[in-house]
């Protein structure tokens, strides 16, 4: 029997190959460059440092330990349901970009961005999140707090406009949070989304949710559950680091909107409405304005007025949510086809809410108030709502 022939790999062909494939692939060497370039992007984008694995994945059980600095799932009773934290990176910056940005910028003091390579990550964050509430100067307001509209950017970018928005919790106690956030996948799902699971997982910990309005709203028109919509979702995430930190224990329910139709703001505020009394607070997650090429928004060119108009802008929709003005807001929106990402639950909250309850806006900045380029910018406003006592 004749031996089989030894199989040899040709390395000078196959570096020949690759070379070929290459050169068809990239047309000159600054398409190759770009493409280095990319793939170093992707790389250090990866969450760096004592807590640099990624944190679990939606369907995450409670015996899981979970990566470092996590929380504590020993905390909720054996075979509960606990879901995220699904992106890490939404909750806690990336060490090496807060170190270049906050340099760059002087978005925070030397002593912050000294520690930000030798904590963990909830230490990290509540670090971050306690600057940002230290330095938000709201009075007390009149009579009883109902609701905020809060951002959800990124701690870097919009952890100010979220400690504007909550500060007042420490002294205004609430057993429920109804957070009420948009989805940033469009054609994903009509009406609204409710998480069928036991507890939502930050890097802070634990929190209950609020299962049995969860199924209560199940039974409601327009209203499904869909865990799919909230892996990934910051709108909603971004409001639970600052909820735990200023309220501490709270029951969670947490609404996703989706596409909605004409009618069915009034449909879904009705349905909310049933299960909102006076221990429950409204939390609403917006963003306004989204200027730029980027954004494929330029209602004005950029010069020394943007600013300027980026903030008037802003305020002719704010006004309208202040004045609780659900139609003149969508009138506003529809001539001005200003880029507000969260105008559906606004839309649902104007709805919900009625005299003699008043809104205030306590705190208003962009992010190129952080940068000083208004090229590509995003707005952030705080809004309290109020009913007098």
């Known amino acids: 029997m004749r031996p089989e022939k030894e199989n040899k790999i040709d390395v000078g062909r196959i570096t020949e190959e690759i070379t070929m494939r290459l050169r068809q692939v990239f047309a000159s060497r600054r398409h190759f460059l770009f493409f280095v370039l990319a793939v170093l992007v992707l790389f250090t984008s990866i969450p760096y440092g004592p807590g640099e694995e990624l944190a679990l994945g939606g369907n995450a059980q409670a015996e899981n330990s979970g990566p470092r600095g996590y929380g504590d799932s020993a905390k909720a009773e054996k075979g509960a349901r606990v879901f995220g ?4 990176e939404w909750y806690v910056p990336n060490r090496r970009h807060f170190m270049m940005l906050s340099r ?3 978005l925070y003091p030397s002593n912050i961005v000294s520690k930000a390579m030798t904590l963990g990550d909830k230490e990290f964050l509540e670090m971050l999140i306690d600057y940002h509430l230290k330095k938000a100067k709201v009075e007390d307001v009149k009579g009883k707090l109902l ?3 809060s951002p959800h950017a990124g701690i870097v970018w919009s952890g100010q406009g979220e400690a504007y928005s909550y500060a007042l919790l420490k002294k205004h106690k609430f057993k429920k949070v109804l957070v009420l956030a948009n989805s940033h996948r469009r054609g994903l799902f009509t009406g609204a989304a409710v998480l069928d699971a036991d507890y939502y ?3 802070l910990g634990l929190i209950k949710i609020d299962c049995d309005t969860c199924n ?4 409601e028109e327009l209203v499904i559950s869909l865990r799919q919509a909230f892996i990934g979702e910051n709108s909603l995430e971004l409001q639970l680091p600052f909820l735990q930190r200023t309220l501490g224990d709270f029951l969670l329910i947490p609404v996703l909107i989706g596409d909605l139709r004409s009618n069915d703001y009034e449909k879904l505020a009705s349905s909310l409405r049933k299960y909102i009394d006076e221990s429950t607070l409204i939390a609403v997650s917006c963003d306004f304005t989204h200027y730029g090429k ?3 928004y330029t209602p004005f060119p950029l010069n020394e007025k943007t600013r300027a108009n980026i903030e008037k802008l802003d305020r002719g929709a704010i006004d309208r949510i202040i004045a609780l003005d659900f139609d003149g807001f969508w009138k506003y929106h529809n001539k001005t086809g200003v880029t507000i990402c969260g105008r559906n639950p606004t839309g649902i909250l104007l709805k919900i809410l009625s005299p003699p309850v008043k809104g205030k806006l306590v705190h208003y900045y962009t992010s190129g108030d952080l940068t000083g380029d208004y090229a590509s910018s995003v707005s952030y406003a705080s809004i309290l709502f109020t009913r007098p006592e």
Not at 85 to 88: E, G, S
């Open 201 to 203: 997982k930050t890097p």
């Open 294 to 296: 980027n954004y494929r």
């Open 85 to 88: 934290p699904t992106r890490a």
């Open 104 to 106: 760059h910028y002087q």
């Open 216 to 219: 209560r709203l199940l039974k």
């Open 147 to 149: 609701a905020v509209v």
